[in-house]
């Protein structure tokens, strides 16, 4: 009996042992650290493609508490109940093109509205000028022709708050959505769109833009055309032949109502 309850205790001490082992070794296991979620999550945006930085300042984005200035009235209205037209021109001033634009609508008596890039006026000092005084108007197109749908807050709100000072903006390629809507309205400004396209940016050739316009041409539409971004010949060239088929219609061209701010 006493060499049996000695394994016996034996047995146990030896069980103890292993015990002990197997509980040390699974408190330490649990100590150890867990792998972190996974902080090298690759970004949208590359981090070695250039992208535009938003400041943290006001004038970089659009401030909450930038007061909205208040709402010109629809520049066209006050044309009056004859048969006109609004001619526009964008994408200028351009020291070749805008002259010849403007010696061409004086010679009809006719006016139109230029909406104008600020990138361009600052090239082209005293073109501003030269448009204003023949009586015609000016309205913005921002400063540098982006997409403003495409672009971010910041630069969305610095080309349409700090671009040329008018009460009219036309957004180029004419995209334009909610925000861009809002930023204009908050600018203090109306969006003019148009409603008569000829294409000239694309050059089609002279007779297709004549006949373009004088296809679509109804009173109180706005007539899109451009004084910049390109050999303007053909512009010019069908400006000077539709202007008096127009004008012995009984159409006048008034320049819209653009307040230069």
Not at 27 to 55: K, W
Not at 120 to 137: D, F, K, P
Not at 239 to 257: D, E, H, R
């Amino acid at each position: 009996m006493t060499r049996k309850f000695a394994a016996f205790v034996t047995t146990l001490v030896a069980l103890a042992a292993v015990g002990g082992w197997m509980m040390a070794a699974a408190v330490g296991h649990s100590r150890q650290p867990h792998p972190a979620a996974a902080t090298t999550q690759a970004s949208a945006t590359p981090t070695g493609t250039p992208t535009e930085a938003v400041s943290s300042t006001p004038t970089q984005s659009t401030p909450p508490s930038t007061p909205a200035k208040p709402l010109p009235p629809n520049p066209t209205l006050a044309a009056g109940n004859g048969k006109v037209l609004f001619l526009t021109f964008d994408d200028g001033p351009d020291p070749t093109w805008t002259p010849q634009v403007l010696a061409t609508l004086a010679q009809y008596g006719a006016h139109a509205t230029f909406f104008e890039l600020g990138e361009m006026q600052s090239e082209h000092a005293g073109l501003r000028e030269q448009v204003l005084a023949a009586g015609n108007t000016i309205g913005s197109h921002s400063i540098t022709h982006p997409q403003l749908t495409a672009v971010s807050p910041a630069k969305r709100h610095h080309e349409i708050f700090d671009g040329p000072h008018s009460t009219c903006f036309r957004p180029p390629y004419g995209a334009t959505n909610t925000k861009v809507r809002a930023e204009i309205k908050a600018a203090g400004m109306v969006q003019v769109l148009w409603d008569v396209d000829p294409r000239d940016w694309a050059r089609p050739g002279t007779s297709a833009i004549v006949h373009n316009i004088l296809t679509h041409a109804h009173s109180g539409r706005i007539v899109l055309m451009h004084d910049g971004g390109g050999n303007r010949t053909q512009t010019v060239a069908a400006l000077k032949q539709v202007l008096p088929v127009l004008k012995a219609q009984g159409y006048t061209f008034p320049a819209m109502q653009c307040e230069q701010r």
